[in-house]
């Protein structure tokens, strides 16, 4: 298995609902990544998990909380979103975080927030 | 923080030769990546650079040049499926290794 699944594709939810995006691989990669894509722009990184403890935190609101119960999973809970926070949300993993170690990427979620 | 910088959009010919230029500053350089990503999908791996010179995979290649902060991806016999942003990511140790995108370039291969 050389993949990285998310789930939902797509989510549309109000500024007062909560949701949660899920990624999950089975790789054995010990490192997963959180990446928000605008329109047209590049993925720019969220958080960083790395053996399962956050290490890396781009001064992302906290209406993003992230949540990595295992090595295989990450989820990113939503709540009080705003509109601009309407994109493509990707996952990312990688073996570790440094190396020669390339991400791979999941499909992603399309979020709207309405 | 990092700078890179790539061109926005580039058009070539089926058949053709093109060759997309990246230029970075960063502290404490560790890797350069090319991803490509077609519209609404994910990026893919296509390659990684960390010290100087030519890699080449297949049709495609990519260079470094780590004294003047330059990479390049160069694609062979473009395809019409070869349509996509090509994005250009650096990785800086000294920001825990994390993986910092330029804009994209948007390659459109013309019939």
């Known amino acids: 298995d050389t993949e990285v699944t998310q789930t939902p594709k797509h989510l549309v939810m109000g500024m007062t609902n909560k949701k949660s995006l899920k990624c999950e691989q089975h790789?054995?990669?010990?490192?997963m990544y959180w990446y928000k894509q605008k329109a047209k722009k590049p993925p720019e990184l969220m958080f960083v998990y790395s053996y399962e403890k956050l290490s890396i935190n781009e001064s992302v609101p906290s209406r993003f909380s992230p949540e990595c119960p295992n090595s295989s999973l990450l989820n990113l809970h939503l709540h009080a979103l705003q509109p601009e926070d309407s994109a493509l949300y990707l996952c990312?993993?990688?073996?570790?975080?440094?190396?020669?170690?390339?991400?791979?990427f999941g499909p992603g979620t399309r979020l709207t927030v309405l | 923080g990092q700078n890179i910088d790539q061109p926005t959009e580039m058009t070539a010919t089926e058949g053709a030769i093109v060759q997309i230029n990246c230029t970075y500053q960063t502290s404490g350089f560790n890797g350069l990546f090319w991803y490509q990503q077609h519209a609404g999908e994910a990026p893919t791996f296509l390659s990684y650079n960390v010290l100087d010179g030519l890699e080449e995979k297949g049709r495609f290649s990519s260079f470094l040049s780590r004294s003047k902060g330059y990479s390049y991806l160069l694609l062979k016999e473009l395809q019409m499926k070869d349509s996509a942003s090509y994005l250009c990511a650096v990785r800086d140790k000294a920001a825990g290794n994390k993986l910092t995108f330029g804009g994209g370039t948007r390659v459109l291969v013309k019939p």
């Open positions: 790789m054995g990669h010990r490192a």
């Open positions: 990312a993993s990688s073996p570790r975080t440094g190396g020669e170690d390339e991400q791979f």
